[in-house]
């Protein structure tokens, strides 16, 4: 309880800071934050806005799948997957792409075509 009470206070401070200075960092802080609270619809909201400030960058839409994974959305970790995969960004490693493969719900079938 103590731990989830921090956690409220952290938010409380990131959302005031958020009025006076937008940060992708502070969106992916807070999108984290909210995760852990399972306030899931901030949290996705947070990532999205990180995603905005932050298009060329695969980290916000990697915490975004895993949003999607922990509710379940079977579906949308499916699309952002395949969305990343399929990036050929060279910032993204070879141990990212294996994760994302892991991940993915894919069928056997579909992880097939993905190559690393």
């Known amino acids: 309880m103590r731990t989830l ?4 206070t952290k938010i409380k401070t990131l959302e005031s800071g958020l009025l006076q200075g937008k940060t992708p ?19 996705e909201e ?9 298009p060329d960058n695969i980290y916000p839409r990697f915490l975004l799948l895993r949003l999607y994974e922990a509710k379940g959305e079977r579906m949308k970790v499916n699309a952002l997957a395949k969305e990343l995969m399929q990036a050929n960004d060279a910032k993204m490693s070879i141990a990212l792409k ?7 719900f894919w069928d056997a079938d579909k992880t097939k075509d993905i190559a690393c």
């Open 25 to 43: 960092l502070s969106y992916l802080e807070l999108g984290l934050l909210y995760q852990l609270v399972k306030d899931y619809d901030k949290a």
């Open 46 to 54: 947070a990532f999205k806005k990180a995603i905005a400030t932050l």
């Open 5 to 8: 009470n921090k956690i409220r």
């Open 98 to 104: 294996t994760e994302l493969q892991k991940t993915a």
